[in-house]
């Protein structure tokens, strides 16, 4: 392989963050200002092991979150005691929690709408309040940073001859 073909797979697994991604979304942090990430993605080698499947970031009772690009809303309401709002992107699913909804079932959304606030409820990130941002594709949870463009630079190995050998298990296939 050469240079120029191992850079566009780094161009292609990367997304741009904030800017226009090669499908025309465009993706913004669901916290104003960017937030700081309290704890970030730590998922478990297996998916029936605990790990941290999304990332928690500082937040105060109150304050506004906002969906982190377009889609429609899939759920909004307690589950288990805290307020959920998910928002589903085509083949992604971002998850906000404890968020107190202010959307619906159903309502189309834009990156940068309201979806609610931060519920003032203590435990997921001890003695602060924090909002809990997650991503799926599919059944495979994801670094939600990735949609920024801060989550962790990673290559990964190409092969052009076969298609049976590129599977990757890795929150950077998302782009593929």
Known sequence: MTWSGLLL?????????????AGGTTWRWPLRPAP?????YDPPAHPWEPGHRG?????????????AGPGRVGYARD??????????HGG???????VRATVRPGRAVTAGTRIGVVEGALGHCGQVACLH????RGLSYLDP???VGR??????PWWDDDPERRVIHSPYDIYH
Do not use: C, K, M, N
């Open 55 to 67: 990332v928690d970031l500082a937040a105060r009772p109150g304050q506004a979150v906002y969906a």
């Open 92 to 98: 992604l699913r971002t998850t906000y929690l404890p």
């Open 9 to 21: 797979v780094i161009t292609t697994l990367l997304p741009s963050g904030p800017a226009d991604d």
């Open 133 to 136: 941002w997650g991503l799926r």
């Open 151 to 156: 989550a962790p630079v990673r290559l990964l």
């Open 145 to 147: 940073l990735i949609l």
């Open 79 to 88: 589950l288990a005691g805290r307020g959920v709002v998910t928002v589903i």
């Open 36 to 40: 700081e990430v309290l704890r970030p």
